[in-house]
């Protein structure tokens, strides 16, 4: 009878670990049950073992993509931008330095993803690379255009355009200008004379520097003056 006994509570004991087993087998220790593809907030937060808050919060960046119109969240998509946009470090754990280096081209070509594909999740740290490296470009950028190293390239592009275009004009319009004066003349050294000036006088507005050009260039000089002046401060 003792070992009757003995027998039934290791199979109750047994039957117990395994209805356990099966409640946690979802990592937020949920019933084993089908999950929605679609959950509110409050449902959602017990599915990740969170509070509401938390989830909030998180629908504010992390998952974001994964709200819909009507306010609920893609639970699936859900998933994926929690795990990505989630620091291994949160829950308890001390948070480990970073190891993750990516050269400027690597962090070009993020950008560039990111551009191309709206659905792309970036993780964590490579995305706070690239918030580092946007700042430091922007900043690098903005010095070089207030030195002068650099001018707006689509004023540049609209300059040259519009440059180009006036010395074609000026060269079409010398035949018509001219065709009446070089048919009286009977000098082929004078005519040569003639159109050559002609020709110089419609080039000569291509040597004169762009208006962006000429701007970089006093920029940079104030540039020099104001460092040649704190210095002799």
């Not at 004991?13 to 084993?32: I, L, Y």
């Not at 480990?96 to 050269?103: D, I």
């Amino acid at each position: 009878m003792a070992e009757f006994r003995e027998k039934g509570a290791s199979t109750a004991t047994t039957e117990r670990s395994t209805r356990s087993t099966a409640r946690s087998a979802s990592p937020s220790g949920s019933h084993e049950v089908d999950i929605p593809e679609n959950m509110t907030v409050s449902a959602y937060a017990r599915h990740r073992g969170v509070s509401r808050r938390a989830v909030y919060k998180a629908l504010e960046w992390r998952i974001a993509k994964a709200r819909m119109s009507d306010g609920r969240i893609a639970t699936a998509q859900a998933d994926r931008l929690w795990e990505a946009n989630t620091h291994p470090g949160v829950g308890g754990k001390q948070r480990g330095k970073s190891t993750l280096c990516l050269t400027s081209d690597e962090l070009v070509a993020l950008c560039l993803r990111l551009k191309d594909d709206p659905e792309y999740v970036m993780p964590r740290e490579e995305s706070a690379l690239l918030l580092v490296y946007c700042r430091a470009e922007a900043i690098r950028l903005d010095y070089e255009y207030k030195v002068g190293l650099l001018v707006e390239e689509d004023r540049l592009n609209r300059e040259i355009f519009e440059r180009a275009r006036g010395a074609r004009d000026a060269l079409f319009a010398i035949p018509d200008r001219l065709a009446a004066e070089l048919a009286g003349m009977t000098n082929g050294i004078a005519i040569r004379n003639r159109l050559r000036a002609e020709i110089e006088a419609a080039l000569a507005e291509l040597e004169k520097p762009l208006p962006c050009i000429a701007e970089a260039f006093e920029r940079a000089q104030r540039a020099r003056e104001a460092g040649e002046s704190r210095t002799v401060q």
